[in-house]
């Protein structure tokens, strides 16, 4: 899983690489637009440690905002099924307030609440708050006739039961939902210190774009690369875990 | 005759005037379920399912309802226990309180083993029988997997076993016992019969022969065109030892036919 991962982001990365070298090469490009391999090779070797601090914070962020992403759509999901009028009310709630690109309401977040860790964090877990809101509603809505009769007919069921046979029963579709989900919370944390807030890698990238340096730009994509491609294989990692917990005995198939 | 006044004594009737006002009347007393003039179609759909539906099964014992595909079994079963309630007429479920209905397409939650779900979901006083049932549906080896590794007649018996170990005064059997071997089907319903003497079952099948040897009475649903809708006749009602004699059987198998 991980050396597919990390082979999948190489492959993908040096391609874009090779051609940005074909662009700057054939158009014979100077080393100020497009610096050179070496220029690029040795920008790597003097800022990669502070931006892989960079990197490691703005990761950090956006975990936290994925978690609180996930809290929230799972308390409102469970609410959302409630009745089907409330569902219906939350989908198309989310569905209108998602069509608002979150970069054009980030100014007013960064002018209420300033350029700090808050700022960020909302808008993180902002980004990838409706997906999985709308997921989770779906998911939660969808009853599982075939398992809910038994448990309706002799009156067992309770709220608990019903959202675990029901998460039990799409595991894959939960999974799958939060691991796409995580890249959305990374790219919203960027985004949030790309316009301003006053650490994290995306504020790095706003000073070095400032400097028209787009070696360490590249250093700070190929860290950022890097850093998202673990934190996925690592969520990837605890869905598996909680699949072959839940699903199948220990000792495997009989 | 005079039975059937002292069970009219039990019921309260309630009077239904307009169209599409159904009437689920409940009573102590003798078991009897009984449909009087039942009118039904699905919400959004211009296909009658039944018309002026009425038929009567009283008393424990093993009954069956049976009818070809699509003349509404599964529909009727829903009524009978609750699940469908905007028809119109009277169906009168008198001493049967505790009403369960069970299909072949259920499945057990998948996070825990088959035993682990029955000791969690069977009512203290069924525990005894827990065993028993166990053993006599061929289901030991089961007990440590899990409900999608069994196989489909394995699903089926473990579904039905849980049913049969909650509190109901009828459980409405629908294809319960689909992909079972005649063997073991047959030696499921004799088990079924001595275990639950007091009880009363609606049995769903397309199995003619099984209807017509092990039920008491069987409730032959038609087509909505065909009057009356229904007919209820009186099954072989089998209950083990000595062989069915096969006269009579074939006899009983005739008269469901010729009902349909």
């Known amino acids: 899983m991980l050396y597919r991962r990390l082979y999948q982001f190489f492959m993908i990365y040096f391609l874009g690489l090779a051609s940005l070298m074909a662009i700057k090469y054939g158009l014979q490009l100077s080393d100020y637009v497009i610096p050179g391999p070496p220029e690029i090779a040795s920008t790597g070797l003097r800022v990669s440690g502070r931006y892989l601090l960079n990197v490691l914070n703005t990761l950090a962020v956006a ?29 198309v709630a989310a569905y209108n307030i998602q069509a608002y690109p979150i970069v054009a309401v980030a100014p007013i977040i960064f002018i209420l609440l300033g350029d700090g860790l808050s700022s960020r964090l909302l808008i993180a877990a902002m980004i990838c708050y409706f997906p999985l809101l709308l997921s989770f509603v779906g998911i939660f809505s969808e009853p599982v006739p075939e398992i809910e009769h038994f448990f309706e007919s002799t009156r067992r069921m309770t709220w608990r039961l019903q959202i675990k046979i029901r998460a039990f029963e799409n595991i ?37 774009l400032y400097q028209s340096d787009l070696a360490k730009i590249l250093v700070a994509l190929f860290l950022i690369g890097i850093c998202t491609s673990l934190y996925l294989v690592l969520l990837e990692w605890i869905g598996y875990r909680i699949r072959r917990r839940w699903a199948i005995p220990e000792g495997g198939l009989k | 005759m005079l039975y059937e006044i002292k069970l009219h004594s039990n019921i309260k009737y309630i009077k239904v005037s ?25 919400p959004g759909s211009d296909t009658q399912v039944f018309r002026d539906l009425n038929g009567r099964v009283a008393d424990p014992g093993f009954h069956a309802l049976f009818g070809p595909s699509g003349v509404g079994k599964t529909t009727l079963a829903r009524m009978i226990c609750g699940e469908i309630k905007h028809f119109s007429g009277q169906l009168i479920t008198a001493g049967l309180e505790r009403i369960l209905y069970t299909y072949n397409l259920e499945r057990l939650p998948g996070w825990s083993s088959v035993g682990e779900h029955l000791q969690l979901n069977t009512p203290t006083s069924s525990r005894h029988r827990m065993d028993e049932l166990v053993a006599s549906f061929g289901l030991q080896g089961c007990m440590d997997s899990r409900f999608a590794q069994l196989s489909l007649g394995q699903q089926n018996r473990t579904n039905l076993a849980r049913y049969l170990l909650q509190d109901f005064d009828l459980l409405v059997m629908d294809e319960s016992l689909a992909n079972v071997d005649e063997g073991t089907k047959e030696k499921i319903i004799l088990k079924i019969k001595q275990m639950f003497p007091d009880r009363a079952f609606l049995y769903i099948s397309h199995n003619v022969v099984e209807v017509a040897k092990f039920c008491k009475q069987v409730f032959v649903l038609r087509n909505f065109h065909k009057f009356p809708q229904a007919i209820v006749l009186e099954g072989r009602n089998y209950t083990g030892g000595p062989g069915v004699d096969k006269k009579k059987l074939e006899h009983t198998m005739l008269e469901i036919v010729n009902a349909l």
């Open chain 1, 172 to 208: 894959h579709k939960l999974i799958t939902v939060v691991v796409g989900s995580a890249t959305l919370a990374m790219v919203g944390t960027i985004v949030a210190e790309f316009i301003a807030a006053n650490a994290g890698i995306g504020y790095s990238i706003r000073i070095a």
């Open chain 2, 18 to 42: 307009p169209a599409f006002e159904s009437t689920r009347t409940g009573a102590q007393g003798p078991m009897l379920l009984e449909c009087k003039n039942i009118n039904y179609q699905y």
């Open chain 1, 63 to 91: 975990i936290l905002g994925h978690i609180l992403a996930i809290v929230l759509a799972t308390g409102i999901g469970i609410i959302g099924r409630l009745t089907a009028w409330i569902g219906s009310f939350i989908r």
